[in-house]
């Protein structure tokens, strides 16, 4: 049935530590700090203090992503 309600005990529950989620630019600020690199609203890699503030549907902050700089696994480095 679709309805049915499954019980799991407490045993076979694995808890996961809760990520820090800021709830503004200045929260976010403070736990990432200023000069922190993320992917802007268009896509554009910049320090998270400059980065335009945007919220979604529900009027709620919206983190910027994170810039994870990576190396291609094609390119030479002399």
Known sequence: MINEI?????ETLQ???????????AQDIKLRGADHKVH??????????S???WYNNDGNYV????????????CIIN
């Open 6 to 10: 499954k019980s799991i005990s407490d």
């Open 15 to 25: 808890y996961q530590p809760f990520k820090d989620i800021a709830l503004n630019r």
């Open 40 to 49: 802007d609203y268009n896509g554009k890699v910049v320090t998270l203090e």
């Open 51 to 53: 980065a335009s503030v």
């Open 63 to 74: 983190e910027p992503r994170t810039y994870e700089e990576t190396l291609c696994n094609i």
